[in-house]
């Protein structure tokens, strides 16, 4: 089982780019991890923006496996504590072989046929952060699920 975050767009932000480097370094050492960059859509001045979200929502499924879970990392998806997110973690890890998805869509969202397809929804916070911020945020706290379950001092609870 591995664990792959897929982006539209690609992480252009170098303090960005940083973190997430610096955090699936860190993930490589509990399970496989990977970076998936869909390249940005050109040309889209013409497009509405449902439009620009079906052909970003038909390259996100280009990029599945029928057997994979996807979660979309979404405004609308739940909101979990750190012990929660390790535990689903762990779950998932115990009772399934399939590979773990976790999507960050575009600009405008996800389309009708990806929001079909989600397994399930992962919102961050309350508060809205810029696509290029939640990929490092999501990569930090994916290893901090980690050091939860393997019981290391990276979280601390008060």
């Known amino acids: 089982m591995r664990i792959v975050l897929l ?3 690609k992480t252009d932000v170098a303090w960005v780019r940083e973190g997430l480097s610096l ?3 860190r993930l490589a050492h509990y399970i ?10 050109k040309n889209v001045s013409a497009l509405s923006k449902e439009q ?3 052909r970003e929502g038909e390259l ?4 599945l496996k029928p057997a994979d879970r996807m979660i979309l990392l979404d405004e609308r998806g739940r909101q979990l504590r750190s012990l929660e997110f390790a535990t689903e973690i762990s779950e998932h890890l115990s009772r399934e072989g399939r590979d773990l998805v976790y999507v960050i ?4 969202g996800f389309s009708e046929a990806v929001y079909a397809r989600a397994d399930g929804m992962l919102s961050l916070s309350k508060m809205t952060f810029s696509h290029q911020m ?3 945020i999501f990569a930090e706290q994916l290893y901090r ?3 939860i379950l393997k019981g290391e001092p990276y979280h601390h609870e008060g």
């Open 32 to 41: 496989p991890f990977s970076l998936v960059e869909i390249p940005q859509l």
């Open 60 to 63: 996100i499924l280009k990029n």
């Open 105 to 108: 869509g575009g600009a405008y």
């Open 134 to 136: 939640v990929r490092t």
């Open 7 to 9: 982006t539209v767009g």
């Open 52 to 54: 620009i979200k079906d």
């Open 145 to 147: 699920a980690f050091t």
């Open 23 to 25: 955090y699936a370094a």
